[in-house]
């Protein structure tokens, strides 16, 4: 987290931040100053070393000077930890243990807005402060924080992650991320946005992702791994989340191809000769052994013949210089109708190996009667999303953009990469699971899907919070599942749809967390089909970047701003009840002692702020101002040597309950150790005062 805590009238006023690996969800800025560049580059090195360096340009649009103090919680593998103001170093104060905690203490007090405090856990042992900087007034200071770290390695992956969740817009970031590895690196796998460079060798990773005026609101993750099947799991809410590759069988060749072109005017002069320069590479790439048939659209359909009679015409040398000299003799002229001469169009007898390739500059609503073939769209205009696109995508093809002034090479390395792709039959893995359509094509960068599965859970699995991403991916794909047989709306259907986007703080244009079953049936009447098609693209979607300021996630559970600023998740008030509710005053004395005795668990999930609400696995939290209630002592099995997946866990907590057991005055509880004869004979003792009660 870097955080700048402007001083201001003797006031600390806590500005921003940036956390390696654990995540702060609110920051609290100071109108004068504004955060015009942000830079942050990784470099991790063929011996899994991780250089970070952060760089932000800080500007002051006031008339006074501003003072501020940098301070920036580290993980327990930072190591040569510099800071630089305007290029010069600064003396490094490093706080740690008893001291840390009450700085960090100090600083949440003095703000009453929801900050989740995620920087107290254990893995961040470590407090970074400089000494006061000041930025002088309508002038700007440029800040550099570099220190070095190692990758988590959990299941078979390497994995890193970085907290972007400044709540303040950003004039200009940039992040660049270079990965070499000594083995070969067979997977990797991220949530950036689509508008990212990746260049990928054998064994390096080489990202670069900018955004101009840009409020960040999730965290950046990246994995790898150098095994050849690697998995990761992430157990919640009772089920155990999966993440794998598969590797598809080699596909089939594509036995048939159907090329129409448009012939429209507008096509007419250096869009004509690109569509010739296309077809040249299409039919070259296409194969000799691939019949191909190729139709213009006119005021009528037109199909080009070697031969008399219709049918397919094997692509060969002599078909294809027969062809290019037809092609010379006709021109784009008029209008065409697209719609009508697709929706009319009959292609021969339907055929899995066939496919339709379609060149156009126009984009219409058309609803194919062919459409269970897949359609590859190439085209002058439009985007993943227009009505010709997501009819690509729904068919099982893709939609590749022609841009009139371009040589051409990148989108025909795009297109081969996706034609090669083409009609493969997915494999599974082995039965017994719950698995959907939640492949993530191309997600890993390498001819292989990445699925997600869902199980009931397997107690002796390790819990790995920093994979909570994968719930969040099962829940869209099971979404987009439900939305593509969506048929007659029903209410198990439209009950399903509204608990799903509400536990894993899915949101669409459909629905969101307060929709009831009654509007959303209205707007799946209303709605269009290519609506509910583009709604499932985006489901579908590997990205999960979220830009809601009224949304926050502890670990995969969101949690929603409501009235009075009440941050509360939206199953609070069905699972809250006395007996399981603690309530605690931000920074009381009870809280302040349970987060000195209980740091590794509590400060993961507690909300510092006037008033949260929210439920884990074991417990519910309610915070706020005026509560005053200290801990009871059984609370502390709930804070101490804690795991929700310990084979034994019920039968612990209700031993605990009802007295049987009690941790220590540290409240540790050591499950796994062995029973003394004091311990059974107490235990004896209890049992049989219950038993006679």
Known sequence: MLYYNIIRIGRVILFLGLVWGVSVQAFFVDPALELEEKKVHIDVSDDGIMQIDIYEKITSNSGQDRDIIVTHPLPSVASNIQFFVESEGQELDILEGQERLETLFSLAAEFQEPVFFRMGTESFPTLFRSQEISIPAQSSKYFKLSFQASPDFINDFFFSEIFLNDNQEIGEFELILNLQTEEELKHFLSNIPKNALVERTTEQVTLLWTEKNFTFAENFKFFWSEVENPIMQFPYQGHLYEGYFVTPPVPKGIGKVAILVDKSGSLFGAPWIRIQEWL???????????????????????????????????????????????????????????????????????????????????????????????????????????????????????????????????????????????????????????????????????????????????????????????????????????????????????????????????????????????????????????????????????????????????????????????????????????????????????????????????????????????????????????????????????????????????????????????????????????????????LIYLLQQKKSH
């Open 280 to 682: 040249h590479f299409l039919l070259d790439e296409i194969g000799e052994d691939t019949e191909v048939r190729i139709g213009f659209l006119g005021e009528d359909l037109q199909w080009y013949e070697k031969e008399e009679g219709e049918g397919y015409n094997t692509n060969s040398f002599t078909f294809r210089k027969d062809f290019f000299t037809f092609f010379d003799q006709i021109k784009p002229v008029g209008k065409v109708d697209l719609s009508s001469r697709l929706e009319s169009l009959e292609i021969g007898e339907l055929d899995k190996e066939q496919v339709v390739l379609l060149i156009t500059d126009q984009n219409q609503d058309v609803d194919f009667v062919w459409k269970d073939l897949p359609l590859v769209l190439l085209s002058f205009t439009g985007d993943s999303f227009s009505d010709l696109a997501i009819q690509a995508r729904w068919s099982g093809g893709f939609f590749q953009k022609l841009f009139k002034n371009a040589d051409g090479l990148i989108e025909k390395e795009e297109f081969l990469k996706k034609w090669r792709n083409q009609l493969p039959s997915f494999r599974y893995p082995e039965e017994g699971k719950e698995i959907q359509p939640l492949e993530f094509r191309e997600a890993s960068g390498k001819d292989e899907s990445f699925f997600i599965s869902r199980q009931t859970i397997n107690p002796n699995v390790s819990y790995a919070k920093a994979l909570s991403f994968l719930p969040r991916l099962w829940g869209q794909r099971r979404l987009a599942e439900i939305f593509s047989n969506i048929g007659d709306v029903n209410e198990q259907s439209l009950d399903a749809i509204l608990a799903i986007g509400r536990t894993f703080g899915i949101r669409t244009g459909l629905f969101a967390e307060n929709t009831t079953r009654s509007q959303l049936q209205r707007s799946l009447i209303s709605t269009t089909p290519y609506f509910i098609k583009s709604l499932i693209l985006g489901l579908e979607d590997l990205f999960l970047f979220f830009s809601q300021q009224d949304m926050r996630f502890y670990g995969a559970t969101p949690l929603y701003l409501g009235e009075k600023g009440v941050w509360r998740s939206f199953d609070f008030y069905d699972r809250v009840n006395p007996e399981t509710l603690l309530e605690i005053a931000p920074f009381s004395e009870a809280q302040k002692d349970l987060f000195l005795r209980f740091p590794d668990i509590l400060a993961i999930g507690f909300g510092i702020g006037t008033d949260v609400d929210f439920c884990t696995e074991f417990r519910c939290l309610s915070l706020r101002k005026k509560y005053r209630k200290e801990s009871l002592p059984t609370d502390r099995i709930l804070f101490k040597h804690y795991d929700p997946y310990h084979w034994a866990n019920e039968y612990l907590i209700l031993a605990m309950k009802k007295g049987l057991f009690t941790p220590g005055e540290q409240g540790e509880l050591q499950p796994e150790a062995g029973v003394n004869r004091a311990e059974l004979a107490r």
